[in-house]
C-alpha cells in the first residue's frame, strides 16, 4: 500500500455545495474551481486535524502506561494500613503467613491463622462446649394439630352437583398436593351432609390412605386430623396439612388454613392467648404487640432489637425458642410481662406467669354523627373514601347522566354497605340514616380529615359536588368511632347493658376515663380504661362466669405477677477446654489462640486434638511467581512501545477523503501502522524501565542480599530487562533464611518494595501537588483532577483554537470566490440577453 495517497480533504459538506450560481452561463466547473482555490487553508486544517490525532493517540499510550504502573504497584506494594492483599509484598505481615491444620483428633477445627502464629504445635482438649441460654414453648402453639371448620352449606354443594359441575379442594400433607374433586359420579341417591361426608372420606382415602382423617358433628361442621403415628403407636409431631381452593368454602373450610401456624398467624390466634394487647421485656428491652400483629413481625422485632437475643419457630415440634444472641456462661434470659399473656402462652404460665393485667378487644362507639347531607343536595358523580378495619374502601356514584338527590345517594350508600360489609340477622354490620353512621361490633370506621379550607364555603361547596365525605361532614374533622378516655360508656358497643363504678367504688361511672371497677354478686373487678381498651387487673386467675365481662376479657383471664421462673431458662455455659496442658474457658465455641483461629465443634475429654502450624511457603512462592510475571508483561510491553520502529512517520493519520478511498480493512491496517512508534526512545518510559531494572540489581543493606541471591535475576542476553525466577532457589532462601527474604522487599529505606514504590510514583503518581511525570503529560485515565491541566490537555486545546481559525478562514473565502463566480455568471446572463434581444431586432 501506498504512504502517498492523496491527502486532500474538506472539513465539512457545505465546502463542496454553494449557494451562487455554478457555471450556467459560462460552463466552467465552478465547483471544481473554488476547491482548488481553497486547497492551501484545506491543507493547513488537513494537518491540523492529523497533529490532534496523534496527539490523542500518544495520550492514550501514556494514560495507558499510567494504568498499568498504578495497577502494578497497588497489587503488590500496597501500603494502606491493614492492607490484606494476598499478593502484598510491601507488608512483613505477608512473609509472616502461615498456615496451620489439625494433624490428629476431631474436636477442633481450624478457621485461619494469622502472621503472629508460632511455628510448631498447639493441643487442644474440648470438655464441654460453650452454649446460649435457652428456653423453649411448654405446648403446642398450634394447640391440637386439627381443622375445623363452620358448617358446610350442604345447599351450596347439591346445587353444584346436581348442576353437572364440579368441586375441587386440594389437601397438602407436608407439601404433597392432591386435589378432591367431587361430582355427580360420586353420589347414587340424595345429595345431604351424610353423603357429602361419605364422598369427602373415599376421596381423602383415595389420596392419603389413613394419615388423613375427617369427622363431622351434629352441625355439619368439618374437622379433619392427622394420623401419622411412630413405631410406638403415638402421633408424630411436625406434621402439616393445609386446605386450599376456593370451593373449600362451601365445605365451612377458609381456604389456606393449616393445622401449623405459620409467618402469617396473627398473635391472637395463637394457643391459649389472651387479651387485645401485649407488653413485657426481655433483658430490660421492653416490646409491645397487639392480637393483630403477626408471628414474623413479632420474631422480627424481638430479634431486631436490643435484647440480645434471638426467637424463632419450629414446624417440626410447632415451638418457639428462644436463646441469647452469644454463646457463655455469662450471658442470660430475663423476662417480665406488664400485660397479657403472650410470653406464658409461648412459654409456659410456669415459666412466665401471666401480667397483672390483661386487656380487651379495643373498643369502639357504635356510630358516627354527622350533620348529613343538605336537603338541596344534588350530584352527577361523587366517591367516598373511608377505613374500615384498617383497609381502604371507596364507595363510588358512577356518571351516567343521573342526577342523584340526597335520597338518591342514601340509599345508593345502604345499598353498598350492606354488599360490602354484610348483614348480621338481617341488619347491615354498618348503616346510614339521618345523620349517623351506625356499626356493629368489631367495625372500626375512620374518614380522612379533608384538605379542603373549611373556612371558605365557597370552596367546600364546590368539593361537596364529587367528595361524598365532605359533603355528609364525616371528613370535616377526620370522624372515627373510635373512643377515647371522655367518650360516654353508653355509646360504647361492647359496654352495653354495662355498669362501672369509679374510684370510691359506689360512684357509677359515666366516661370510660370514669372507669376504676366493676361489681358482680359482690365481688369487684379492678378495671380501668388505657388508649382505646378496658384492662382487667389483679394477681391470679379470674373467672368471669356470668358477669358479663365475658365478651370483653373471655370466660377465664390469667392474672399473676408477669415475672419468670428462677429455672425457666436452660443456662449457658462456656466452653472449657485444654491447651496446652493449661485449663482455660472461652464464651464461644469460636476462639484464637497464639494466632491460630480454633472452632470447637465436640465435647470429648479424652481425646487431644493436635494443630501444627508452618509458614506457608507456598503462597509467598506463589505472589512472588506472580510479581515477576506481571513484571516481566509490563516491562516487556513498555519495551516494545520504546523501540519499535517510527512506522507513523510514513503513515499520518487519514483524513475523511482519504478513509473514504479504503475499503474498512485498509483504514484499520493504515491506522495500526500509524500509532507504530509514536513513544520510540520516550525519555519518561525508558527512565522508568531503566530505574527498575537498577533496584532489580540493588542489595539491600540490611538484609544483605538482593534478588539475585533468592534466584530471582535479569537475564544478561535480554535486552527487554525481564526475570528469570529459579523457583528452588527462592524456597531455599525461604526455608534458610525467611527473615532477610522479608526484609529485602519490606525494609522502609532500601527494601525493593520501597524503591519500586518510589520509581512507579515518580512515573504514575496520582497526585494534584506532585504528579508522575506521565501524568502531569497526559493525566490519566477516570482521573478528573488534572484533566484540564495536562500538557497534552494545553496542547489539543492550542490545536482546537488553530482548528477553528482555520475553519473560519476557510468560511470565509469560500464565501468570496463564490460570490465572485455569481456575480461573473450574473454578468454573463444579462450580456447574454442583450445579445439575443439586439439580434431580434435586427433580424426582424
Known amino acids: 500500500m501506498s504512504s502517498s495517497i492523496t491527502s486532500s480533504n474538506y472539513y465539512n ?50 494514560q495507558g502506561a499510567v494504568s498499568d504502573i498504578n495497577t502494578f504497584k497497588s497489587k503488590y506494594f500496597d501500603s494502606t494500613y491493614g492492607s490484606t492483599l494476598s499478593t502484598n509484598l510491601a507488608s512483613p505481615s505477608f512473609f509472616n503467613s502461615m498456615i496451620s491444620s489439625v ?30 441460654a435457652q428456653i423453649s414453648s411448654g405446648s403446642k402453639m398450634s394447640g391440637t394439630q386439627t381443622i375445623t371448620g ?35 359420579a360420586d353420589f347414587s341417591g340424595e345429595i345431604d351432609a351424610s353423603t357429602i361426608k361419605s364422598a369427602l372420606d373415599a376421596e381423602i382415602t383415595k389420596a392419603f390412605g389413613s394419615y388423613v382423617n375427617a369427622t363431622m358433628s351434629a352441625d355439619n361442621k ?20 393445609a386446605i386450599t381452593g376456593a370451593d373449600a368454602k362451601s365445605f365451612g373450610i377458609t381456604p389456606g388454613v393449616s393445622t401449623l401456624i405459620s409467618g402469617g398467624t396473627k398473635l391472637g390466634d395463637l394457643a391459649g392467648i389472651q387479651g387485645d394487647k401485649y407488653s413485657f421485656t426481655i433483658n430490660g428491652s421492653t416490646f409491645e404487640f397487639s392480637s393483630g400483629d403477626t408471628v414474623s413481625s413479632m420474631m422480627n422485632k ?12 419450629s414446624s417440626m415440634t410447632d415451638k418457639f425458642s428462644m436463646q441469647t444472641a452469644t454463646t457463655g456462661e455469662q450471658y442470660g434470659i430475663s423476662m417480665e410481662q406488664d400485660c397479657g399473656n403472650l410470653l406464658s ?33 344534588t350530584t352527577t ?67 380522612a380529615k379533608t384538605t379542603v379550607d373549611t373556612s371558605d364555603s365557597a370552596a367546600v361547596a364546590a368539593a361537596a359536588k364529587t367528595d361524598l365525605a365532605l359533603a355528609f361532614g364525616f371528613s370535616t374533622n377526620g370522624s372515627s368511632n373510635a373512643v377515647t378516655g371522655d367518650t360516654n360508656i353508653a355509646d360504647v358497643l361492647q359496654l352495653e347493658g354495662l355498669s362501672f363504678l369509679k374510684s370510691d367504688g359506689t360512684t357509677a361511672a359515666t366516661t370510660l376515663s370514669d372507669i376504676a371497677s366493676f361489681s358482680n354478686g359482690g365481688t369487684s373487678y379492678s378495671i380501668s380504661y388505657s388508649d382505646g381498651h378496658l384492662l382487667i387487673s389483679g394477681t391470679s386467675a379470674l373467672d368471669l362466669t356470668g358477669t358479663g365481662l365475658e365478651s370483653l376479657f373471655g370466660t377465664t383471664v390469667e392474672l399473676g405477677s408477669g415475672t419468670m421462673a428462677a429455672d425457666a431458662v436452660t443456662a449457658g455455659t462456656d466452653a472449657l477446654l485444654k491447651i496446652n496442658n493449661v485449663d482455660t474457658s472461652r464464651s464461644s465455641n469460636t476462639f484464637t489462640v497464639g494466632g491460630i483461629t480454633l472452632t470447637a465443634t465436640k465435647a470429648n475429654a479424652s481425646e487431644t486434638t493436635v494443630i501444627g502450624t508452618t509458614r506457608d511457603t507456598d503462597s509467598i512462592v506463589s505472589a512472588i511467581k506472580s510479581f515477576v510475571s506481571d513484571y516481566n508483561t509490563m516491562i516487556s510491553s513498555f519495551y516494545s512501545l520504546t523501540t519499535e520502529d517510527p512506522d507513523y512517520r510514513d503513515y499520518p493519520p487519514l483524513t475523511d477523503a482519504q478513509k473514504e478511498e479504503m475499503s474498512d480493512t485498509e483504514i484499520e491496517t493504515w491506522t495500526k501502522k500509524a500509532k507504530i512508534g509514536l513513544v520510540r526512545s520516550d525519555a519518561n ?49 525461604l526455608a534458610t533464611d525467611p527473615e532477610a527474604v522479608a526484609t529485602l522487599f519490606t525494609d522502609s529505606t532500601d527494601g525493593l518494595a520501597k524503591q519500586i514504590s518510589t520509581i512507579c510514583d515518580k512515573t504514575a503518581k496520582l497526585s494534584a501537588a506532585s504528579p508522575g511525570s506521565l501524568v502531569a503529560i497526559a493525566g490519566a485515565n477516570g482521573w478528573a483532577v488534572n484533566a484540564k491541566t495536562n500538557d497534552m490537555y494545553q496542547k489539543l486545546s492550542s490545536i482546537s483554537d488553530k482548528l477553528d481559525d482555520l475553519k473560519d478562514k476557510y468560511d470565509d473565502e469560500k464565501e468570496r470566490y463564490w460570490a465572485k463566480f455569481t456575480a461573473m455568471e450574473t454578468a454573463m446572463a444579462r450580456y447574454s440577453s442583450q445579445s439575443s434581444m439586439i439580434t431580434s431586432t435586427f433580424s426582424s
Do not use: P
Open 13 to 62: 459538506v457545505s465546502s463542496s455545495s454553494n449557494n451562487g450560481i455554478s457555471g450556467l452561463m459560462s460552463g466552467m466547473d465552478t465547483d471544481s474551481m473554488v476547491k482548488k482555490m481553497l486547497s492551501a487553508t484545506q491543507a493547513k486544517i488537513d494537518k491540523q486535524n492529523q497533529l490532534k490525532t496523534t496527539t490523542e493517540w500518544k495520550q492514550t499510550i501514556y
Open 103 to 132: 494433624t490428629s483428633g476431631s474436636s477442633v477445627k481450624v478457621v485461619g491463622s494469622s502472621s503472629s502464629a508460632a511455628t510448631g504445635e498447639m493441643s487442644v482438649i474440648v470438655s464441654q462446649l460453650a452454649s446460649a
Open 150 to 184: 363452620s358448617a358446610m352449606d350442604v345447599t351450596s354443594i347439591k346445587n353444584t352437583i346436581t348442576s353437572g359441575k364440579e368441586l375441587a379442594i386440594t389437601l397438602s400433607l407436608d407439601g404433597t398436593a392432591k386435589t378432591l374433586t367431587f361430582s355427580s
Open 222 to 241: 368439618l374437622t379433619f386430623s392427622l394420623n401419622l403415628k411412630d413405631t410406638y403407636g403415638v402421633i408424630e409431631e411436625g406434621h402439616e396439612l
Open 302 to 313: 424481638i430479634n431486631s432489637g436490643d435484647a440480645g437475643v434471638k426467637i424463632s419457630y
Open 345 to 377: 402462652a409461648i412459654f409456659g404460665s410456669s415459666a412466665v406467669s401471666a401480667a397483672s393485667k390483661s386487656s380487651s378487644a379495643i373498643l369502639q362507639a357504635g356510630s358516627i354523627s354527622t350533620a348529613g347531607l343538605d336537603s338541596a343536595y
Open 381 to 447: 358523580s361523587a366517591a367516598m373514601n373511608m377505613t374500615v378495619n384498617g383497609k381502604a374502601y371507596t364507595f363510588t356514584l358512577a356518571d351516567s347522566g343521573t342526577t342523584y338527590t340526597k335520597t338518591d345517594v342514601e340509599n345508593k350508600l345502604n345499598e353498598w354497605l350492606a354488599t360490602t360489609f354484610g348483614q348480621t340477622s338481617g341488619t347491615s354490620n354498618i348503616s346510614y340514616a339521618d345523620g349517623k353512621l351506625t356499626t356493629a361490633a368489631g367495625y372500626a370506621v375512620s374518614f
Open 685 to 733: 518510559i525508558t527512565s522508568f524501565m531503566s530505574s527498575l531494572r537498577t533496584a532489580m540489581d540493588t542489595t539491600c543493606k540490611k538484609a544483605g542480599i538482593a534478588l539475585y541471591s533468592i534466584g530471582i535475576e535479569t537475564s544478561a542476553w535480554d535486552l527487554t530487562g525481564k526475570l528469570t525466577i529459579d523457583e528452588t532457589a527462592l524456597k531455599s532462601a
